[in-house]
């Protein structure tokens, strides 16, 4: 009995043994996104992309859900601020050549925004 507890013993210490060195042999893999940052005017808004016009000329950028737009105070805004026009930097990460955008920043406030995008009525009567 006492030799199979020996030999039970010994081989619970050589697995953890190999187990510990796979472990330590095993190869850490680290994946570096690079965000990268443009300016320009929105010249095109459809889907899940926009075109942004700048010096070096059109460029499309692809959003997603985790896509975030914030004016330049950094208070976050609806996607549905952008338009055609619209002065933006974004940043993004390329993925072959998909560019995907993580934040916009609005150039103007939101207050801005939201004046230029207020619709006013005005009721007149005549007597």
């Known amino acids: 009995m006492k030799s199979m507890i020996k030999?039970?013993?010994?081989?619970?210490?050589v697995s953890a043994a190999i187990a510990m060195a796979q472990v330590a042999g095993a190869q850490e893999v680290?994946?570096?996104?690079?965000?990268?940052?443009?300016?320009?005017?929105?010249?095109?808004?459809?889907?899940?992309?926009?075109?942004?016009?700048s010096e070096t000329g059109p460029v499309t950028y692809h959003y997603?859900?985790?896509?975030?737009?914030?004016?330049?105070?950094?208070?976050?805004?609806?996607?549905?601020v952008m338009k055609?026009?619209?002065?933006?930097?974004?940043?993004?990460?390329?993925?072959?050549?998909?560019?995907e955008v993580s934040r916009v920043v609005v150039k103007r406030p939101a207050g801005e925004i939201e004046k230029r995008e207020s619709t006013t009525t005005t009721t007149t009567t005549e007597h």
């Not at 030999?7 to 210490?13: E, G």
């Not at 680290?30 to 016009?53: E, H, L, M, P």
């Open 84 to 99: 055609s026009g619209l002065p933006v930097t974004v940043f993004y990460s390329r993925d072959g050549d998909n560019m």
């Open 30 to 53: 680290t994946q570096t996104t690079t965000t990268t940052q443009a300016t320009g005017d929105i010249s095109d808004f459809s889907g899940d992309s926009f075109v942004i016009r």
């Open 64 to 80: 997603t859900k985790r896509t975030t737009v914030v004016d330049e105070n950094g208070r976050p805004l609806s996607i549905s």
């Open 7 to 13: 030999a039970t013993a010994t081989t619970l210490i």
